[in-house]
């Protein structure tokens, strides 16, 4: 009975902290030039191109 104890609480603790860090991912293409442009403002702010597109989507949408 410990293990299953233990299996339930391990569960519901997963449960909870994906809840709190849920992503959505998707993918999408983009232009080639758009994908370069996109490439070079974030190295110009240390960033990786995604988390550069993030940043863009927040100021976007206002988040």
Same mark, same amino acid.
């Given at each position: 009975?410990?293990?299953?104890?233990?299996?339930?609480? $391990?569960?519901?603790? $997963?449960?909870?902290?994906?809840?709190?860090?849920?992503?959505?991912?998707?993918?999408?293409?983009?232009?080639?030039?758009v994908a370069?442009? $996109?490439?070079?403002?974030?190295?110009?702010?240390? $960033?990786?191109?995604?988390?550069?597109?993030?940043?863009?989507?927040?100021?976007?949408?206002?988040?």
């Open positions: 009975m410990a293990f299953e104890d233990k299996k339930n609480q $391990l569960k519901d603790s $997963l449960y909870k902290s994906e809840i709190k860090s849920r992503r959505i991912q998707k993918s999408f293409t983009l232009k080639e030039e370069n442009e $996109l490439v070079r403002k974030a190295k110009e702010e240390e $960033l990786t191109a995604s988390r550069y597109l993030e940043k863009l989507l927040k100021e976007q949408f206002n988040l």
